[in-house]
């Protein structure tokens, strides 16, 4: 089992790979753990499992699609890897606490946030401080 | 007043590795590179071209204890540490170049509203954005 080092490299995997399907197989490699040994270190050094991970990165790319471009919500939800509009409407709605339409209702002609994509990541990954939870 | 910001720190796992990191695949110049007698490394990097000095600091006693530097450590090794933004005139141009070296890319450059961005790590898991504003 490689160290946290090697669970962020496998973290970043699903950051750049966002929108393919979750392969726990080839994380785990990356990680250098079994499958099982993976999912539960990950969860332990980042407090959530890595498909809760993923979606909620590929939440924060749909997010992004939904205030900055016009493509449809059925669109955006295939651009970031859900396999179905229910699923990403689930999704979305479990992490950003309403619906993809009503989020960018809400967002529509609001002035855009002049925040680099680092910070917004940031602000949208689960707290590496287990008392903030 | 205060006219500008001079100095700013960023936690590295190793000092040697992070000398290599900024010099040699981001091209940053070493603007202090001084050991004192009580075995304090100060180790400073900038691009070229801007008055800067970023602090290439490692966790540890004397200036925090053992335990904090122990989380602090944690915390740059899961990458949750980091966060700032070094500016471009060519995204995508800078994101081949850097690539072509072996910086991590968390993401390709893509259009914003406010530019062109990538987000890349260092080796010691700080993140940053790589941004070419536009107008």
């Given amino acids: ?133 | 007043m205060i006219t500008k910001l001079s100095h700013a720190t960023i936690w590295v796992l190793d000092q040697d590795e992070a000398l290599t990191f900024y010099r040699d695949k981001l091209g940053f110049e070493v603007r202090t590179d001084q050991t004192l007698d009580s075995g304090f490394r100060w180790l400073t990097v900038g691009p070229p071209g801007q008055d800067i000095e970023l602090v290439l600091m490692k966790p540890g006693p004397p200036a925090m204890p053992p335990e904090a530097a122990e989380q602090i450590t944690a915390l740059i090794s899961k990458g949750a540490m980091g966060s700032g933004v070094f500016g471009t005139d060519d995204c995508r141009g800078t994101y081949a170049e850097l690539s072509e070296k072996g910086v991590e890319f968390l993401e390709e450059p893509a259009e914003r509203f406010y530019g062109v961005e990538a987000m890349f790590r260092d080796n010691s898991g700080n993140w940053f954005s790589l941004t070419q504003r536009s107008g």
């Fill in chain 1, 1 to 133: 089992m490689g160290g946290v080092e090697h669970l962020r490299r496998a973290r970043d995997e699903m950051d750049r790979r966002y929108a393919e399907p979750l392969d726990i197989a080839a994380l785990a490699a990356t990680a250098l753990a079994s499958e099982a040994h993976f999912i539960r270190s990950f969860k332990r050094e980042f407090g959530e499992t890595p498909h809760r991970y993923l979606q909620r990165r590929r939440i924060e790319r749909a997010a992004t699609l939904l205030r900055e471009t016009d493509r449809t919500v059925t669109e955006i939800s295939l651009d970031v890897g859900f396999q179905g509009l229910s699923w990403f409407t689930t999704a979305f709605r479990e992490i950003m606490g309403e619906t993809p339409t009503a989020y960018r209702d809400r967002l529509r002609g609001a002035p855009p946030a002049m925040v680099p994509g680092c910070y917004t990541m940031m602000w949208t990954r689960k707290s590496s401080f287990p008392q903030a939870e």
